[in-house]
């Protein structure tokens, strides 16, 4: 499979606890985004890299999370000291990003579904 | 900030119609739009993506329209069939950010 892939694909933890996910992207894209869904709301953006480098981030990215990509490959997205309002399903993406400007397909993950208990 | 507003919120069809589904924007400095769609519990597949000098895409039975100008968006859906049923979401890449602004989406049901 050389789509986009997100492990856990469900994560049920205690309020509280830290949680990590992690995302591969399609191998050759430089972007990689982090998006938030709730039911019956569309994804909302959190954050994204330009290979290794993390260039916007949404204010609903608190201090309690932090998204890595070390090496410009696989990235992770860390929630501390979960919420119960943390509980979403958590939706990576990946595109081409070559040249200037946003005019790249966004090619999704299956999502990572959080629960806190 | 872009707000962007998907209207009907659900919509249930007979098989073989042809449908509408909109979109609007409210404001148009964007760089493209994208229309996906969305299984239950399932990730985002993308259906179409319309460059902001276009004005629109098709493929095979999905035409996307693209009017920058006055916010607006719509997805045509020609013979729908059940395997159509899922939520259509809209999103724009707002000029200034690589962010995608999605709406609501619009649940669509189709009985055969």
């Known amino acids: 499979d050389t789509g986009v892939s997100q492990d856990p694909r469900h994560k049920i933890t205690k309020r509280g606890q830290n949680v990590t996910f992690r995302c591969d992207p399609i191998?050759?894209?430089?972007?990689l985004y982090w998006y938030r869904q709730t039911l019956g709301q569309g994804p909302e953006f959190l954050t994204y890299f330009q290979n290794e480098a993390q260039l916007e981030k949404s204010r609903l990215l608190s201090d309690r999370f932090s998204a890595e990509r070390p090496k410009g490959s696989f990235s992770t997205l860390e929630i501390q000291r979960t919420e119960q309002g943390d509980s979403a399903m958590y939706l990576c993406?990946?595109?081409?990003?070559?040249?200037?400007?946003?005019?790249?397909?966004?090619?999704f993950g299956p999502g990572t579904r959080l629960t806190v208990l | 900030k872009q707000e962007v507003t998907q209207i009907p919120a659900a919509l249930s069809v007979p098989e073989g119609e042809n449908l509408v589904l909109n979109c609007s924007f409210t404001d148009s400095a964007i760089y493209n739009l994208q229309w996906f769609r969305q299984d239950p519990g399932k990730g985002l597949t993308s259906l179409l993506l319309?460059?902001?000098?276009?004005r629109e895409q098709t493929s095979g039975r999905l035409n996307a329209s693209l009017d920058k100008s006055s916010g607006r968006s719509t997805l045509y859906i020609a013979a729908s069939q059940p395997g159509d049923s899922a939520t259509y979401l809209c999103a724009v890449n707002q000029g200034g950010s690589e962010k995608l602004v999605f709406g609501k989406g619009t649940k669509l049901t189709v009985n055969p």
């Open positions: 993406a990946s595109s081409l990003g070559v040249g200037v400007g946003s005019t790249d397909t966004q090619y």
């Open positions: 191998s050759e894209h430089n972007r």
């Open positions: 319309i460059q902001s000098s276009q």
